[in-house]
């Protein structure tokens, strides 16, 4: 950085004190060095609108001679200049005079550039993430983008802290198995309450988990619960629920199974009380829909049913690995795009599952028979229980949501 000194230059600092040190002169030396920051020349005049009494008799003083009687006071910066190299007050000029009163002068090019430096070595904690989570390459430019990670920490050195505890975070999600956000905070982090609400941390979390898991936008403290335990994250065991239909094995599952309603089951009751049937299939959807028009379509006759409603919850993950202990085989349906390859593999990582009309050819068949079906959009995922299944997706370039094919779903309910 080019930056302005007096180190090695000769003034006389009490004369100089003496004619430009004056709060008089405060004005007259600010404009100097607002010139010098910006690289201008230190000729022509400086004007000053409605100087008081003591601004004029300053520069009566530095000048010699009275100024002027007009309602402004003007001086011009080569005659100072002239006037302090003649009077050896300063003999290298004005320039030399402004820096030995006010210290270095940092040309603002210069500043720009270097403060542009720190921010661009202020994400390196996300480009180190993105490294090992390739899924949150997306979230990182539209960080870099949005001027969020600026907003939340207002200069660079605060930037990368802030950037390197949400990589730690991260790094360590989901959590498996659940547990309580101030505990994943304490052992992560060292605070219980890092990750406490509207703090910059716990903002910029959160942001990166609806890119890790796909959970939807939104705001209010039940969205904050959900996206938390869509992660293994809980505020509280009440939080975190999972919808069943069909499903037997307490006296509140079996009377709800019975008329043929959905229940809703909170982590708390899972660990507390899970349900004690052994069934031999249960089937796995993805979207709350499906499970409502199985309840319509079925009602006390459906199978067991259970909705992940998007990302796998605490209590989702909960039952369902209960139930495959028990034996129970799973079968998975979810949407054919991008985020429903991440929900089925964050799923697949957790607990064993069977696709359900969830293959390659179920999705050609799916997309020959829905000419109507959005385009498909974001980051390509791969599908492990079927590595087929990504490159077709590239190649049809089309979504097929399971709301598209919930004739055959019911069908196979019925069966």
Same mark, same amino acid.
């Given at each position: 950085?080019?930056?302005?000194?007096?180190?090695?230059?000769?003034?006389?600092?009490?004369?100089?004190?003496?004619?430009?040190?004056?709060?008089?002169?405060?004005?007259?030396?600010?404009?100097?060095?607002?010139?010098?920051?910006?690289?201008?020349?230190?000729?022509?005049?400086?004007?000053?609108?409605?100087?008081?009494?003591?601004?004029?008799?300053?520069?009566?003083?530095?000048?010699?001679?009275?100024?002027?009687?007009?309602?402004?006071?003007?001086?011009?910066?080569?005659?100072?200049?002239?006037?302090?190299?003649?009077?050896?007050?300063?003999?290298?000029?004005?320039?030399?005079?402004?820096?030995?009163?006010?210290?270095?002068?940092?040309?603002?090019?210069?500043?720009?550039?270097?403060?542009?430096?720190?921010?661009?070595?202020?994400?390196?904690?996300?480009?180190?993430?993105?490294?090992?989570?390739?899924?949150?390459?997306?979230?990182?430019?539209?960080?870099?983008?949005?001027?969020?990670?600026?907003?939340?920490?207002?200069?660079?050195?605060?930037?990368?802290?802030?950037?390197?505890?949400?990589?730690?975070?991260?790094?360590?999600?989901?959590?498996?198995?659940?547990?309580?956000?101030?505990?994943?905070?304490?052992?992560?982090?060292?605070?219980?309450?890092?990750?406490?609400?509207?703090?910059?941390?716990?903002?910029?979390?959160?942001?990166?988990?609806?890119?890790?898991?796909?959970?939807?936008?939104?705001?209010?403290?039940?969205?904050?619960?959900?996206?938390?335990?869509? =992660?293994?994250?809980?505020?509280? *065991?009440?939080?975190?629920?999972? &919808?069943?239909?069909? !499903?037997? %094995? +307490? /006296? $509140?599952?079996?009377?709800?199974?019975?008329?043929?309603?959905?229940?809703?089951?909170?982590?708390?009751?899972?660990?507390?009380?899970?349900?004690?049937?052994?069934?031999?299939?249960?089937?796995?959807?993805?979207?709350?829909?499906?499970?409502?028009?199985?309840?319509?379509?079925?009602?006390?006759?459906?199978?067991?049913?259970?909705?992940?409603?998007?990302?796998?919850?605490?209590?989702?993950?909960?039952?369902?690995?209960?139930?495959?202990?028990?034996?129970?085989?799973?079968?998975?349906?979810?949407?054919?795009?991008?985020?429903?390859?991440?929900?089925?593999?964050?799923?697949?990582?957790?607990?064993?599952?069977?696709?359900?009309?969830?293959? =390659?050819?179920?999705?050609?068949? *799916?997309?020959?028979?829905?000419? &109507?079906?959005?385009? !498909?959009? %974001? +980051? /390509? $995922?791969?599908?492990?229980?079927?590595?087929?299944?990504?490159?077709?997706?590239?190649?049809?370039?089309?979504?097929?949501?399971?709301?598209?094919?919930?004739?055959?779903?019911?069908?196979?309910?019925?069966?």
């Amino acid at each position: 950085m080019s930056t302005l000194d007096t180190s090695t230059v000769r003034v006389d600092r009490d004369r100089l004190t003496r004619l430009l040190g004056d709060p008089g002169c405060a004005w007259l030396v600010n404009r100097a060095r607002r010139r010098m920051e910006r690289g201008e020349p230190l000729t022509g005049p400086v004007t000053l609108a409605a100087p008081t009494d003591g601004e004029r008799t300053a520069a009566e003083r530095l000048l010699g001679r009275a100024p002027g009687t007009g309602r402004s006071l003007s001086v011009r910066l080569d005659e100072v200049d002239a006037l302090l190299r003649r009077s050896g007050v300063s003999p290298d000029g004005l320039a030399v005079a402004v820096i030995a009163l006010t210290g270095p002068v940092t040309l603002l090019s210069d500043a720009r550039e270097q403060e542009a430096n720190a921010w661009r070595d202020a994400y390196a904690p996300l480009t180190a993430l993105c490294v090992e989570r390739p899924e949150l390459a997306d979230w990182s430019a539209q960080i870099r983008r949005s001027g969020l990670l600026r907003r939340l920490a207002h200069t660079p050195d605060a930037a990368r802290a802030l950037l390197a505890s949400t990589a730690t975070v991260l790094r360590g999600l989901p959590a498996d198995p659940a547990v309580s956000l101030p505990a994943f905070a304490a052992r992560t982090l060292g605070n219980a309450h890092a990750l406490d609400d509207n703090t910059p941390l716990a903002t910029l979390v959160l942001s990166g988990i609806r890119a890790l898991t796909g959970f939807p936008d939104g705001t209010g403290a039940e969205w904050r619960r959900e996206a938390w335990a869509s =992660t293994g994250l809980l505020k509280d *065991a009440l939080s975190s629920t999972v &919808l069943t239909l069909g !499903l037997r %094995g +307490t /006296p $509140a599952l079996d009377w709800t199974a019975g008329t043929g309603e959905p229940a809703v089951l909170t982590l708390r009751q899972l660990t507390r009380t899970p349900p004690l049937a052994e069934p031999r299939v249960v089937h796995v959807c993805e979207n709350p829909t499906v499970l409502a028009t199985a309840a319509d379509a079925h009602g006390p006759a459906c199978p067991p049913l259970v909705c992940l409603q998007g990302q796998p919850s605490a209590a989702a993950l909960t039952l369902l690995r209960h139930l495959h202990a028990r034996g129970a085989k799973l079968l998975y349906h979810g949407d054919f795009d991008w985020g429903g390859l991440r929900i089925a593999t964050a799923l697949l990582q957790r607990v064993p599952w069977h696709p359900w009309r969830y293959t =390659t050819s179920d999705y050609r068949t *799916a997309a020959a028979t829905n000419p &109507l079906a959005p385009p !498909l959009t %974001g +980051t /390509p $995922a791969d599908a492990s229980w079927d590595p087929e299944l990504r490159p077709t997706l590239t190649e049809l370039g089309v979504r097929v949501e399971e709301e598209t094919v919930l004739d055959d779903l019911l069908t196979d309910l019925a069966s």
